[in-house]
Nanobody, 119 residues
Framework: QVQLVESGGGLVQAGGSLGLSCQTSGSRAAFSIGDMGWYRQAPGKQRELVATITRGGTTNYSDSVKGRFTISRNNVRRTAWLQMNSLKPEDTAVYYC???????????WGQGTQVTVSS
């Protein structure tokens, strides 16, 4: 089984920046980790896509974060990051990382990390 651990959340003022990281472990090899992504869930709202990245580095962003957030990954380190700039109060949410395992063809999720943006 694959485990994911997110870190880097916290409290920041509007206009500030935060970086999140997602470390995976438990996969049989580095190439076992396929697409990775970041999602978020604000209180009272459904979980929504933030950004995804393929093993080859192709990225996809939601319109709400495009131009402000950057997703990246290192396949050898089996880690993904989310750099968040120009943060807005509406970015406040619990941010979750996910990763697709090519070993067992399952999607795994981390436990989430809180990001709070004050106005």
């Amino acid at each position: 089984q694959v485990q994911l651990v997110e870190s880097g959340g916290g409290l920041v003022q509007a206009g500030g920046s935060l970086g999140l990281s997602c470390q995976t472990s438990g996969s049989r090899a580095a190439f076992s980790i396929g697409d990775m992504g970041w999602y978020r869930q604000a209180p009272g709202k459904q979980r929504e896509l933030v950004a995804t990245i393929t093993r080859g580095g192709t990225t996809n962003y939601s319109d709400s974060v495009k131009g402000r957030f950057t997703i990246s990954r290192n396949n050898v380190r089996r880690t993904a990051w989310l750099q968040m700039n120009s943060l807005k109060p509406e970015d406040t949410a619990v941010y979750y990382c996910n990763a697709y395992s090519n070993d067992d063809r399952r999607l795994y999720w981390g436990q989430g990390t809180q990001v709070t943006v004050s106005s």
